[in-house]
């Protein structure tokens, strides 16, 4: 075969083959073709776009360009939960525990943060203690032991799509709809569970600005997830606001372990009970949707998903009394507030902005090699529908240096927009694909 053929192939609208899609991941990962070749053909497929049959190929050839993870020494339906990422976006915290304490084993790879969105690594670092690199007999065995482990992507899965996502981000090819669905699920199947919940993520704050996106995306890695055999489902949620009220690491700790104990924000609460009943269902331990999210409700209820994030904690090496006492989490000595210049209403609070300004604190970081204040976030105390007062707080802002504070109070002063009207809060769960 030859790169510069198929270059021409896909730039001509032709479909390329399974062997040729194989041929290609091969050489890219092998170091055989250069990186100008593929991102030629990486522009030739933006505009071009990749048939559904080119999609599922490019993705089973990504899952085994490494090391795949066989979780067949676990017991059970194992069922993993995937965010394509947010702004407050604690929902695994939630989730995974609910999921566990009835009966679903859950044994997932989390990636961390970039740019203005968080991630699941980074937060549970926050924990004292926490280790996020376990062995995999140790990930294995915890699993089978207390139900549920989460540790970080290793370096050898998906290799393929490591080299290919870090070209895209370079030569504007990330927004393309089965580039984003093969990268996504290629690490999933990876990852060996037996079904996948998706959280798709529309608006502002999110990959997806708008809704019929997001709904060709999430259809997409349904079909891919079921065609590889692995029960899929996608929910379709809202990004346009913050997600909960904490953005930054140990905040949104905090904010989990409050939704566990029965006292989170009510988006938050709603979502990991949908999410986590799903899961449940999928995970063969209730009949329908329905039941599982009477299980996971229940859960929230009688503290056994608080007990579970309890014993997760203390099982990864971190220390479980965080539970019972916020001062153990990293502390913040700088903290600045924002508060409304005029009455009114909330209409929108622009998710971007906030996670740029949680960054800004030093929440987040820009490059992958940036070091992360783990105190350090924004707390939003109004959303989209309240009323405010001149001079309420809208939010506030902690970190350890003055000027990225400060820095961070700028940028989340365009976020709140204030109307004279009542305005509903937006739908959080638009619509669920795959059940
Ligand atoms: N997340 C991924 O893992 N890959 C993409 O292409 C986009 C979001």
Not at 188 to 215: Q, R, T, W
Not at 273 to 278: E, M, Q, R, T, V
Not at 317 to 337: I, M, R
Request: net charge negative; aromatic share 4%; charged share 25%.
């Amino acid at each position: 075969m030859n790169m510069v053929t198929l270059i021409q192939k896909k730039k001509d609208g032709q479909e390329l083959s399974r062997e040729e899609i194989q041929w290609i991941i091969d050489g890219y990962v092998a170091g055989e073709i250069p990186d100008y070749q593929v991102s030629a053909l990486l522009m030739a497929i933006y505009f071009q776009g990749l048939s559904k049959e080119e999609t599922v190929e490019l993705t089973q050839a990504m899952r085994y360009s490494g090391d795949t993870i066989d979780l067949s020494p676990i017991n059970g339906i194992k069922v993993d939960k995937h965010s394509t990422g947010g702004v407050g976006d604690k929902t695994t915290l939630v989730v995974a525990p609910l999921a566990s304490a009835c009966g679903v084993p859950i044994a997932k790879m989390s990636g961390r943060g970039l740019g203005f969105t968080g991630g699941t690594v980074d937060k549970m670092e926050s924990i004292p203690g926490f280790r996020t690199a376990l062995e995999p007999s140790e990930f294995l065995n915890q699993v089978n032991e207390i139900g549920m482990a989460v540790i970080g992507q290793t370096a050898h899965i998906t290799p393929a799509d490591k080299k290919l996502y870090a070209l895209r981000d370079v030569t504007a090819t990330v927004d393309n709809f089965g580039l984003i669905a093969s990268s996504i699920m290629s690490k999933k199947l990876a990852a060996g569970s037996d079904a996948i919940v998706l959280d798709v993520k529309v608006g502002d704050g999110a990959f997806m600005e708008n809704p019929e996106d997001a709904v060709t995306l999430a259809s997409l890695m349904v079909e891919i997830g079921n065609s590889a055999g692995r029960r899929t489902v996608a929910a379709i949620t809202e990004m346009g606001q913050p997600l909960g009220k904490a953005v930054g690491n140990s905040l949104e700790v905090i904010e989990a372990i409050e939704t566990l104990k029965g006292r989170g924000p009510a988006d938050i609460t709603e979502l990991a009970l949908k999410l986590s009943g799903i899961m449940v269902y999928l995970g063969g331990k209730a009949a329908s949707p329905e039941e599982g999210m009477e299980k996971t409700r229940a859960a929230l209820e009688d503290g056994s998903g608080l007990t579970q994030l309890r014993r997760f904690i203390g099982a990864q090496g971190g220390n479980p009394a965080v539970v019972d006492d916020y001062s153990l989490f990293p502390q913040h000595t700088v903290e600045k507030e924002l508060r409304a210049e005029s009455s009114g209403y909330v209409s929108r609070i622009e998710a971007r902005c906030i996670g740029l300004a949680s960054q800004h604190t030093g929440a987040g970081r820009a490059t992958k090699e940036d070091a992360v204040d783990l105190s350090a976030g924004v707390y939003v105390h109004k959303k989209v529908g309240d009323a405010v007062e001149a001079g309420d707080m809208l939010a506030t802002f902690y970190g350890n240096d003055e000027g990225k504070v400060e820095a961070a109070v700028r940028e989340a002063s365009k976020a709140f927009v204030i109307g004279s009207q009542p305005v509903e809060a937006p739908k959080l769960i638009k619509e669920i694909i795959g059940l």
